[in-house]
């Protein structure tokens, strides 16, 4: 089992940067990846990016260039640093740890508003 908090959400006008932090309730080496999703008004949750822990990121083609995943392995703790934010980046974000085996683990979501 394991128990992921999410914090750094909040209101910020378009272009500002916030970071997102994910607690993660184990060592992040023994989780297969750890993930940031985000899920807007009137739609399906996606995919934002993910880091493995061997350190591999992927991340969504509309994020690309403006966000960044990170971890810190001594604090159990993944970020996302999200730069230039546009409105349409307004959506409940999502920490997902993924084990090798398929099973998932969400936290309970921090709120990012981006004001235009």
């Known amino acids: 089992q394991v128990q992921l908090v999410e914090s750094g959400g909040g209101l910020v006008q378009a272009g500002g940067s916030l970071r997102l932090s994910c607690l993660v309730s184990?060592?992040?080496?023994?989780?297969?990846?750890v993930g940031w999703y985000r899920q807007a008004p009137g739609k399906q949750r996606e995919l934002v990016t993910t880091i493995t822990s061997g350190g591999s990121t992927n991340y969504a083609d509309s994020v690309k260039g403006r966000f960044t995943i990170s971890r810190d392995n001594a604090k159990n703790t993944v970020y996302l640093q999200m730069n230039s934010l546009k409105p349409e980046d307004t959506a409940v974000y999502y920490c997902?740890?993924?084990?090798?085996w398929g099973v998932g683990y969400w936290g309970q979501g921090t709120q990012v508003t981006v004001s235009s």
């Open positions: 184990r060592s992040i080496f023994s989780i297969y990846a």
């Open positions: 997902k740890a993924n084990e090798a």
